[in-house]
């Protein structure tokens, strides 16, 4: 009785665990003889419109149900027996609550729940981030008698490796919504655990990007879906400017579902549109540095492709300016708010990035190009810090939503008192958990280290 169902079935040995490893290994679900779910909560469905849906539910422009402030402290599982799995898993869903990574996403728990009760790679990859969650709230505590969850966020972490491993042989792999979530959230994992973010960017490009493209751009999604495709497109883009590198979303096909997403919004979504200027933006930057690299140095000064680089990168520059003209008059219509401000911080941070693709080059000194002055980028920076600590300090919005803005002031501080602000903005990132700010602090005091006070760094990227 105490071999799984499976094992049982094929009277061998079973090597205990959830899911076992024969049960891996044959890709099946791992039940008890005893009771359905050995090892895993069981879900229930009882009274969860009460919790999720109904009278406590709202929607956005995009019609994704999102919860109203006052059930944002209710966690979505506390209706389950307190053992130590679903201790873990409140932890889970209170990560989600405290990380609203997008407005939608605080949503998610609902539709996740029948895909965790059933799929055992993502039932540990979420015990795995919520582990992690409960590590930092117990302080590494433990009870009496049981592992610390430091050491539970490993195993569970290993074991969802383990099994997306023996899935992703599979064909139908890349239709799987619990896949497709697992790969996030060990991405996510990383972020979390890993100070490098270099699993963090292999499960983005190798894991959720290719997924994303085996599937293709479809204006048909399930609601799960949905909220993923746009927490991705958040996430991809902040990505694709790290580390100056292209994305599947500056595809054309991707930016065409996009499009009519964006019409049939109820209205204009200045964050929304914002994220398609920073994939814009980023595929530019990678075209442009691949065009200059093809012309011989010494024939930029008078190559006629070096101009018409300049002149699409003031028309990148004036799409950018345009965005925030909008933007402005919908913030005095409606007030601010922290996507607002986030918005605002990637705007700041886009127009840094850009100048910074033509003004340390003196092939563009005489030539018109989207090159702020030293005064223009100071000012920019100020905005951006203050941005940044309303958003920290402010909203629930996750810190490692400011990692590809910070980079770039950081890069661009040349006053002691403003890289000091980046400095502590870093640290309240890493004391929320998300240790990958550590990465680029050490990567700011050794370009600061070597430029010295008051220069610049013409390298904005985590490589």
């Given at each position: 009785?105490?071999?799984?169902?499976?094992?049982?079935?094929?009277?061998?040995?079973?090597?205990?665990?959830?899911?076992?490893?024969?049960?891996?290994?044959?890709?099946?679900?791992?039940?008890?003889?005893?009771?359905?779910?050995?090892?895993?909560?069981?879900?229930?469905?009882?009274?969860?419109?009460?919790?999720?849906?109904?009278?406590?539910?709202?929607?956005?422009?995009?019609?994704?149900?999102?919860?109203?402030?006052?059930?944002?402290?209710?966690?979505?599982?506390?209706?389950?027996?307190?053992?130590?799995?679903?201790?873990?898993?409140?932890?889970?869903?209170?990560?989600?609550?405290?990380n609203?990574?997008?407005?939608?996403?605080?949503s998610?728990?609902?539709?996740?729940l029948?895909?965790?009760?059933?799929?055992p790679?993502?039932?540990?990859?979420?015990?795995?981030?919520?582990?992690?969650?409960?590590?930092r709230?117990?302080?590494g505590?433990?009870?009496?008698?049981?592992?610390?969850?430091?050491?539970?966020?490993?195993?569970s972490?290993?074991?969802?490796?383990?099994?997306?491993?023996?899935?992703?042989?599979?064909?139908?792999?890349?239709?799987?919504?619990?896949i497709?979530?697992?790969?996030?959230?060990?991405?996510?994992?990383?972020?979390?655990?890993?100070?490098?973010?270099?699993?963090?960017?292999?499960?983005?490009?190798?894991?959720?990007?290719?997924?994303l493209?085996?599937?293709?751009?479809?204006?048909?999604?399930?609601?799960?879906?949905?909220?993923?495709?746009?927490?991705?497109?958040?996430?991809?883009?902040?990505?694709?400017?790290?580390?100056?590198?292209?994305?599947?979303?500056?595809?054309?096909?991707?930016l065409?579902?996009?499009?009519?997403?964006?019409?049939?919004?109820?209205?204009?979504?200045?964050?929304?549109?914002?994220?398609?200027?920073?994939?814009?933006?980023?595929?530019?930057?990678?075209?442009?540095?691949?065009m200059?690299?093809m012309?011989?140095?010494?024939?930029?000064?008078t190559?006629s492709?070096?101009?018409?680089?300049?002149?699409?990168?003031?028309n990148?520059?004036?799409?950018?300016?345009?965005?925030?003209?909008?933007a402005?008059?919908?913030?005095?219509?409606?007030?601010?708010?922290?996507?607002?401000?986030?918005?605002l911080?990637?705007?700041?941070?886009?127009?840094?990035?850009?100048?910074?693709?033509?003004?340390?080059?003196?092939?563009?000194?005489?030539?018109?190009a989207?090159?702020?002055?030293?005064?223009?980028?100071?000012?920019?920076?100020?905005?951006?810090?203050?941005?940044?600590?309303?958003?920290?300090?402010?909203?629930?919005?996750?810190?490692?939503?400011?990692?590809?803005?910070?980079?770039?002031?950081?890069?661009?501080?040349r006053?002691?008192?403003?890289?000091?602000e980046?400095?502590s903005?870093?640290?309240?990132?890493?004391?929320?958990?998300f240790?990958?700010?550590?990465?680029?602090?050490?990567?700011?005091?050794?370009?600061?280290?070597?430029?010295?006070?008051?220069?610049?760094?013409?390298?904005?990227?985590?490589?």
């Amino acid at each position: 009785m105490t071999r799984c169902l499976g094992c049982a079935k094929r009277r061998i040995k079973c090597e205990g665990g959830f899911p076992c490893v024969h049960c891996i290994q044959r890709n099946t679900m791992c039940v008890s003889q005893q009771h359905s779910g050995h090892g895993m909560t069981k879900f229930v469905n009882k009274n969860q419109q009460d919790n999720f849906g109904g009278r406590h539910q709202s929607r956005d422009q995009k019609g994704v149900s999102i919860p109203n402030t006052e059930t944002l402290g209710i966690h979505p599982l506390n209706f389950i027996g307190k053992d130590k799995s679903t201790r873990l898993l409140d932890y889970f869903a209170s990560f989600i609550e405290h990380n609203m990574f997008t407005i939608s996403f605080a949503s998610i728990v609902p539709d996740l729940l029948p895909l965790i009760s059933t799929s055992p790679v993502l039932y540990h990859a979420v015990i795995a981030v919520g582990a992690l969650h409960a590590n930092r709230h117990t302080e590494g505590r433990a009870l009496q008698g049981e592992k610390s969850a430091y050491v539970d966020s490993m195993t569970s972490y290993h074991k969802s490796m383990g099994i997306l491993r023996s899935c992703l042989g599979n064909r139908d792999v890349a239709q799987k919504e619990d896949i497709l979530w697992a790969t996030f959230f060990l991405g996510l994992f990383e972020l979390l655990s890993d100070e490098s973010g270099e699993g963090w960017v292999k499960h983005m490009l190798y894991g959720t990007s290719k997924m994303l493209q085996l599937v293709g751009p479809t204006g048909c999604m399930s609601s799960a879906r949905r909220i993923f495709y746009d927490l991705f497109r958040v996430l991809e883009a902040s990505r694709a400017l790290l580390y100056n590198e292209e994305t599947i979303l500056s595809q054309a096909c991707w930016l065409g579902l996009q499009k009519p997403l964006s019409r049939s919004a109820t209205r204009w979504d200045s964050m929304e549109e914002i994220i398609t200027l920073m994939i814009e933006t980023s595929a530019f930057s990678v075209r442009a540095g691949a065009m200059i690299k093809m012309i011989p140095e010494a024939e930029r000064f008078t190559d006629s492709s070096v101009a018409l680089i300049a002149a699409e990168g003031l028309n990148v520059q004036e799409t950018i300016y345009n965005w925030h003209t909008k933007a402005l008059l919908q913030l005095v219509q409606d007030g601010p708010s922290p996507y607002s401000n986030l918005a605002l911080l990637y705007y700041h941070a886009l127009l840094i990035f850009v100048s910074g693709n033509y003004d340390y080059f003196p092939y563009w000194d005489n030539i018109a190009a989207p090159v702020l002055s030293h005064a223009e980028i100071s000012e920019h920076l100020t905005t951006m810090v203050y941005l940044s600590g309303e958003v920290l300090c402010h909203s629930k919005i996750p810190g490692a939503m400011l990692l590809f803005p910070l980079t770039v002031a950081g890069a661009r501080a040349r006053r002691v008192d403003q890289r000091s602000e980046i400095l502590s903005l870093l640290n309240q990132i890493f004391c929320k958990g998300f240790v990958v700010a550590n990465k680029i602090r050490d990567n700011l005091l050794e370009r600061w280290g070597r430029q010295g006070p008051g220069r610049d760094d013409k390298s904005a990227h985590m490589k």
